[in-house]
């Protein structure tokens, strides 16, 4: 078993390898070769700290790992997974895309379209923001490219009185997030152009390819600016990229099964941090998982929902 662990992890560290090593330009949307400022945000700082001041969760769409791991459209992205903390049998917990996103926050994977009374990491963290790209205005305001179902904050009623004041929108932009985080606990999500959801009306996308090269590109602009802080530098900031779900898939399918081996059921998840060192983890895990981790990691004991049972990342990939 040792043996096979070893084998299987040299040959997703050769795969991405192969991407990393064009990282360097890659066909930008209207056609140039445009460089990638590839510079490894982890390995900075010797080790992790026991704490966080903050903890950030990206959250991408729709791309399932076979897809995603080894994608020349996404060198970026790969280039994380090489040189940072790699989840390499994380499962999302169904379909379609909103109780996921309820599930990485509460523990739940509630229902779409659903307000809920749960608890959620918001009420549990000191301060919190949502950061929601091409939001029309503060809590939930529709507009083009934004949807109600890929932000969290919107739907708990517990924190309605504040929604306003931190479920805020971010300006579009496909050179990355124009707002970076401060708060203890940060969501952010792109929007559908930048966010691999293949929604028409994205300028320059129109192929599988322009989409991952577009969330890439934000992905890696977002990342870089939040490296370039002085709390991320000093060790202080750790950021989960994730995805919601893989393609395909059937709706309410138990993804959270450990046994269930649809490639729709599993994603990439990057532990990204100052003191985090290049590693694979082939330990199973969910977005209950990433939870309990990003509670734990700002000091919080008390577990929401399946995080209390859910395994905790933090041994196995080094924050």
Not at 34 to 40: C, E, K, S, W, Y
Not at 107 to 121: D, E, F, K, Q, Y
Not at 203 to 208: E, K, L, N, R, V
Request: net charge negative; glycine share 8%; hydrophobic share 40%.
């Amino acid at each position: 078993m040792v043996a096979l662990v070893a084998r299987r992890t040299n040959v997703i560290r050769l795969a991405l390898v192969a991407v990393v090593m064009v990282a360097a330009s890659f066909e930008s949307l209207d056609g140039r070769s445009v460089a990638v400022a590839a510079t490894n945000p982890c390995g900075l700082r010797p080790a992790s700290p026991m704490t966080y001041g903050h903890v950030v969760v990206l959250m991408e769409e729709n791309l399932s790992y076979k897809s995603a791991i080894g994608n020349g459209n996404a060198p970026y992205l790969n280039m994380l997974a090489s040189d940072c903390a790699l989840a390499t049998n994380f499962h999302n917990e169904t379909h379609p895309s909103q109780p996921n996103y309820m599930a990485a926050t509460s523990g739940l994977a509630t229902g779409v379209s659903v307000h809920t009374s749960n608890r959620s990491i918001y009420q549990q963290a000191a301060t919190w923001s949502d950061l929601e790209e091409s939001m029309g205005g503060n809590c939930g305001a529709s507009a083009t490219h934004y949807k109600r179902g890929h932000d969290p904050g919107y739907w708990y009623t517990p924190i309605a009185a504040v929604c306003k004041a931190s479920d805020i929108p971010m300006t579009a932009s496909d050179a990355g997030a124009t707002t970076l985080p401060t708060a203890a606990f940060t969501w952010i999500t792109p929007n559908q152009c930048h966010n691999h959801h293949w929604e028409s009306g994205c300028t320059g996308q129109s192929t599988g390819a322009a989409f991952t090269q577009a969330m890439d590109k934000w992905l890696a602009g977002t990342i870089q600016a939040i490296q370039a802080t002085a709390d991320y530098q000093a060790g202080q900031t750790l950021i989960f990229v994730t995805f919601d779900e893989g393609q395909g898939g059937t709706s309410g399918e138990n993804c959270a099964d450990a046994a269930n081996t649809d490639p729709s059921c599993r994603v990439v998840t990057i532990a990204v941090a100052a003191g985090v060192h290049a590693k694979t983890d082939p330990t199973f895990y969910t977005h209950y998982s990433m939870l309990r981790s990003a509670e734990a990691a700002l000091g919080i004991t008390t577990y929401l929902g399946n995080a209390s049972t859910a395994n905790d990342m933090r041994p196995g990939m080094g924050f």
